[in-house]
């Protein structure tokens, strides 16, 4: 199984195939991902475990366990865990292209913009 560990956290391939990828991510207390965009997929995210503050497009929104977030193709967003536990939650990428060079970084903390 293919994972990833980063400066926030880590996350976990779950499936991928021509149509969808399937990830579970980890976001450590205090920390966040990169503010970015995607010209070829779109992503949800149902949060598992913890609270995820999530900026789309600007306009900040917190979210708990249950809850899904529909991030549609070329919007900026960006999630954070603002509490004190790890925050879980699982991204199905959908559209025509997967892979990392499809990410534009808008403003990072750990210098990959």
């Given at each position: 199984m293919e994972f990833d560990d980063r400066p926030w956290g880590r996350w976990e391939l779950l499936h991928e195939d021509a149509d969808c990828k399937v990830k579970r991510i980890v976001v450590k207390p205090g920390k966040r991902l990169s503010y970015q965009?995607?010209?070829?997929?779109?992503?949800?995210?149902?949060?598992?475990?913890?609270?995820?503050?999530?900026?789309?497009?600007?306009?900040?929104?917190?979210?708990?366990?249950?809850?899904?977030?529909?991030?549609?193709?070329?919007t900026a967003h960006r999630v954070a865990n603002p509490g004190s536990e790890d925050l879980v939650f699982v991204e199905v990428q959908l559209g025509s292209y997967f892979g990392e060079d499809d990410i534009v970084r808008l403003e990072d903390d750990h210098g990959r913009v």
């Amino acid at each position: 199984m293919e994972f990833d560990d980063r400066p926030w956290g880590r996350w976990e391939l779950l499936h991928e195939d021509a149509d969808c990828k399937v990830k579970r991510i980890v976001v450590k207390p205090g920390k966040r991902l990169s503010y970015q965009t995607h010209a070829k997929r779109e992503e949800h995210w149902t949060v598992v475990k913890g609270r995820a503050l999530v900026t789309l497009d600007g306009a900040d929104r917190e979210f708990s366990p249950g809850e899904i977030v529909d991030i549609p193709t070329g919007t900026a967003h960006r999630v954070a865990n603002p509490g004190s536990e790890d925050l879980v939650f699982v991204e199905v990428q959908l559209g025509s292209y997967f892979g990392e060079d499809d990410i534009v970084r808008l403003e990072d903390d750990h210098g990959r913009v």
